[in-house]
């Protein structure tokens, strides 16, 4: 029971008796509108014998579909609804929910949906409940449309992705003189990456590092505001004795628009890269890899 009355449509009965005594199976109300669709009451006043309403008040919501409505052939409307009958005695609503399928799915082949044994037929006309009063009798309706997601996002985390291994061998390392050099472009789990070198440091590696990173190659393909989840490893390998150096831990990121690239500014000390005894630096060249672990994709 509850004091306001319902927010989208009330139906007032005048005679009960005589719409109970007529010929008539049910009897359906004006159309009213709610959540941008026409919707009616329709209401046994005996009964619905057909759904084992008899000696039952059966009140139902239907939809009203106009043939040139915007509806499409596989339309369907997801609905919370209750159905209301008023105590005029004591001024409140009796609020009936389905609480066990309080969303009903309307569509081409289900557009009506309520409640066959709504009230009881001794329930509804004994005076002292205020359901039927003086031959009149107050009904309605609230509803509250439950709109699909415009767009199904899924998020997937994919271990091992295909591809997932990015090698980069920089010949003529000594030569470089740019403060920094992008590998060429490699792709894995659909997504193009770089490897991005500064031979002589960056940041708080400038002067005594190499540093390396990860980085997007394409950031702006991105949809505004996507991160993209990645786990993997950074690896300077030796030539010579596969004895490789590697970040102590997998890197744990997520790139995005305005993060594109993430890694370590003091990846290796510049000394220990040229000693020719650990195998880094083989006839001025060097090879740096990063291997994807984990990466996530939405769709």
Same mark, same amino acid.
């Given at each position: ?33 709610? +959540? %941008? ?17 008899? +000696? ?6 239907? &939809? ?24 005029? *005695? ?34 509804? $006309?004994?005076?002292?409940? %205020? ?6 009798? *107050? ?6 449309? &439950? ?5 199904? #996002? ?9 591809? %997932? ?35 002589? +440091?960056?940041?708080? #590696?400038? %002067? ?42 997998? &890197? ?38 990063? $291997?994807?672990?984990? *990466?996530?994709?939405?769709?």
């Amino acid at each position: 029971m509850r004091s306001h009355p319902p927010s989208h449509y009330l139906f007032k009965i005048e005679s009960f008796s005589l719409l109970a005594e007529a010929k008539v199976e049910n009897f359906k109300s004006d159309t009213f509108e709610a +959540g %941008g669709h026409q919707w009616r009451l329709v209401l046994y006043p005996n009964g619905n014998e057909k759904s084992n309403g008899s +000696g039952h008040i059966s009140l139902y919501l239907e &939809i009203v579909i106009q043939e040139t409505g915007d509806f499409s052939l596989d339309w369907e409307v997801n609905v919370d609804f209750k159905l209301f009958v008023f105590d005029q *005695i004591r001024d409140q609503y009796l609020a009936i929910k389905d609480m066990e399928e309080p969303v009903r799915r309307f569509y081409g082949m289900k557009k009506e949906w309520g409640f066959s044994q709504l009230l009881s037929q001794e329930t509804f $006309k004994n005076g002292e409940n %205020g359901y039927l009063v003086e031959d009149c009798c *107050i009904f309605g309706a609230e509803l509250l449309i &439950i709109e699909p997601p415009p767009e199904l #996002g899924q998020l997937s985390m994919v271990k091992n992705p295909s591809g %997932g291994k990015i090698t980069w061998k920089i010949e003529n390392f000594s030569s470089l003189h740019q403060n920094f050099c992008y590998s060429p472009v490699q792709s894995v789990g659909d997504i193009n990456w770089y490897l991005l070198v500064y031979p002589k +440091g960056h940041l708080q #590696g400038e %002067g005594t590092h190499l540093s390396l990173f990860l980085e997007l190659a394409e950031p702006d393909k991105l949809p505004p505001n996507r991160e993209l989840y990645v786990k993997y490893d950074l690896r300077l390998r030796d030539q010579i004795k596969s004895n490789h150096f590697e970040s102590e831990t997998p &890197i744990e990121k997520c790139f995005d628009r305005s993060t594109p690239s993430w890694g370590y500014p003091k990846f290796v000390r510049l000394k220990y890269l040229n000693d020719f005894s650990k195998g880094y630096m083989v006839k001025d060249s060097l090879i740096v890899e990063a $291997k994807l672990l984990v *990466i996530s994709t939405v769709k």
